[in-house]
């Protein structure tokens, strides 16, 4: 996460004005909600696609829109409800998409606009909703805009993105610091300016000060939602509004935080106005945004405001790094579950969250928060069964449907990741420490961990390319694939089926209250949900070790309960096995 990086005003911005809350078209998700009444994502699931490892179909080793539209099926039996695309717009690829050169268009390497087409056509014929990648903080330094505004001093674009005169003895106007390692700020030649960059240097950052851009990007998103597309997950949007209160210079060097800034929620609701007020159909609103808390969270979801319909958050993900991103930390389990129980409690009565442990960005699930070898089966299905029956929309990673893992690659040239190298190149060589410990906080937190290709079978590559691939597929896949999982006895895939089967029918796992049980229990992770007089229990034994039952959370007679779902064959009564979890029916 960068640090906090203010921004003064240049002369002649125009600020974008304050908006009155609208009525929403849907009435606010709340636990007095009957079911008939809530938003339709509150009893879907989503699905996140990473194009580039998930499937390829014409040999060159890259994932592709022909994949997608080919394991299609694999997705509509999963259950899912929608698919989250990461980026496939034209891109140099510096951030794997996430610098884009054309909102507007399909990288070659993916595609083309028609396959696009019809892959959007295939998905809505079985069901599934497609939405798109929103990257509006940043684009690519190649995109035309920036290409424009990078030209000139008074070039109409150059206030489109951030510019600054050099600091004292020409250092950076300010101290802060990139995402991906070294400072925000990269001196453009040309001009004799620096120009801002939260994350790596050939990604930019938009003005959102300029109304002018913010046209332009609602332009953008309306084109896709006419083309058909379902909504957007956006992209680190709570960092368009930066702190323009706080003047750039030395004193603003060491402020940490978010460098978001209070204008945020009056884009946001001109953003809804502007794409998504008066629209028919059923429209997806994600954003991702570091370092918010609970209170923005209410804000920015609050369903009268019109801004987002959830956002990510990164309270939970952010427990297990020590002085930084790549020094793990063990896993507390009593810090996650007050983590993720102040969220529950927080969002219960406006807003709502977005549920997930995998994503693109982090380590897989089964390696970071369980057991992936003796216990890989149970702990994925484990921690599938409590994030899912947690309220909110759940999040699945290609992959953690069948319970993949970390990769430990030998050596960093085999790795990808432009935050994983710059990282392993400035403490190796500015700060001397050891190649074998930092490789170590790699293979821990990468984001490579993630985007391995996609396990499909035991045939060369995982069958995800008759070519060479772009990053090599983890060495586990011949064990580990999805033809070895859904043909096992004990198969993730169908344990994920069966908690989205359950989120579809129960209302109770859709807008059930929630409540923590046994907080301090350094194995246990137990809760209720509650609509009205029906009452599920989830109790999960994380940890290597049989966990006896016992406390008055424990229902006097259990062997009476229902048993909904759990990841052991038979009911253990009295005690939970290695990693077992279950759900009863009280």
């Known amino acids: 996460m960068p640090s906090a990086c203010p921004l003064d005003p240049r002369p002649g911005r125009t600020p974008v004005t304050a908006v009155e809350p609208r009525t929403p078209a849907d ?137 600054r005169q050099p600091g004292a003895a020409g250092a950076e106007p300010n101290g802060w610091g990139s995402a991906f390692s070294g400072p925000a700020w990269t001196l453009d030649e040309t001009t004799g300016e620096y120009y801002l960059h939260l994350f790596a240097k050939q990604q930019p950052d938009l003005n959102w000060e300029n109304p002018e851009v913010r046209q332009a990007v609602y332009s953008m998103m309306n084109w896709w939602l006419d083309r058909g597309v379902d909504g957007f997950r956006m992209d680190v949007i709570n960092f368009i509004a930066k702190q323009l209160d706080l003047v750039s210079g030395p004193a603003a060097a060491s402020d940490e935080g978010s460098p978001m800034g209070a204008q945020i929620h009056d884009y946001l609701q001109e953003m809804h106005r502007e794409v998504f007020a008066g629209r028919t159909g059923a429209h997806l609103t994600v954003g991702e945004m570091p370092g918010v808390s609970i209170d923005d969270a209410v804000l920015f979801t609050d369903a009268a405001r019109a801004e987002v319909d959830m956002i990510f958050q990164f309270e939970h993900v952010s427990l297990d790094q020590g002085v930084h991103k790549f020094d793990p930390l063990p896993r507390n389990l009593v810090a996650l579950k007050r983590s993720l129980a102040r969220w529950q409690e927080g969002l219960a009565e406006t807003g709502w969250n977005s549920l997930y442990l995998n994503n693109h960005d982090q380590p897989r699930l089964v390696s970071r928060f369980g057991n992936d070898t003796e216990f890989r089966y149970e702990s994925a299905t484990l921690w599938a069964l409590v994030l899912h029956l947690h309220r909110g929309t759940p999040y699945i990673y290609q992959g953690e449907e069948i319970g993949m893992t970390n990769v430990r690659f030998e050596g960093i040239e085999d790795y990808r990741d432009i935050e994983s190298l710059n990282h392993y190149r400035e403490a190796v060589e500015q700060f001397d420490q050891s190649p074998a410990s930092v490789l170590a906080g790699v293979h821990a937190m990468g984001r490579d961990n993630a985007r391995t290709p996609m396990q499909w079978d035991a045939s060369a590559h995982a069958g995800f390319t008759t070519g060479t691939p772009w990053i090599a597929a983890n060495p586990n896949f011949p064990e580990i694939n999805v033809a070895a999982d859904r043909a096992a006895e004990r198969s993730v895939f169908r344990f994920y ?31 209720t949900r509650t609509l009205d007089d029906r009452v599920l229990l989830v109790l999960a034994n994380a940890s290597d070790t049989p966990l006896t039952l016992q406390g008055e959370w424990v229902p006097d007679d259990i062997s009476g309960a229902e048993l909904l779902l759990g990841n052991y064959a038979g009911d253990g009564a009295a005690a939970l096995r290695p990693w077992e979890a279950r759900l009863y029916r009280l």
């Not at 089926?497 to 137990?526: C, M, N, S, T, W």
């Open 497 to 527: 089926q069966q908690l989205i089967a359950l989120r579809h029918d129960d209302p109770v796992v859709a807008l059930g209250d929630f409540e923590l049980l046994e907080p301090e229990h350094e194995k246990l992770y137990a809760f």
């Open 27 to 163: 009435p606010a998700t709340t636990t007095e909600l009957a079911p008939a009444a809530a938003p339709w994502w509150t009893t879907a699931v989503v699905y996140q696609v990473y194009p580039r490892s998930f499937a390829d179909s014409d040999g060159d080793g890259i994932g592709d829109l022909g994949g997608v539209r080919a394991k299609l099926d694999h997705l509509a039996e999963l259950g899912v409800d929608a698919i989250w695309l990461s980026p496939v717009y034209p891109s140099p690829q510096h951030d794997n998409g996430y610098d884009i050169r054309d909102y507007q268009d399909i990288d070659p390497v993916f595609g083309s606009l028609e396959e696009f087409d019809a892959l959007l056509a295939e998905a809505h014929e079985r069901g599934i909703k497609i939405v798109m990648d929103l990257v509006v903080n940043h684009t690519s330094d190649e995109h035309p805009w920036f290409v424009e505004s990078r030209s000139s001093t008074d070039n109409p674009k150059r206030d489109w993105y951030w510019w």
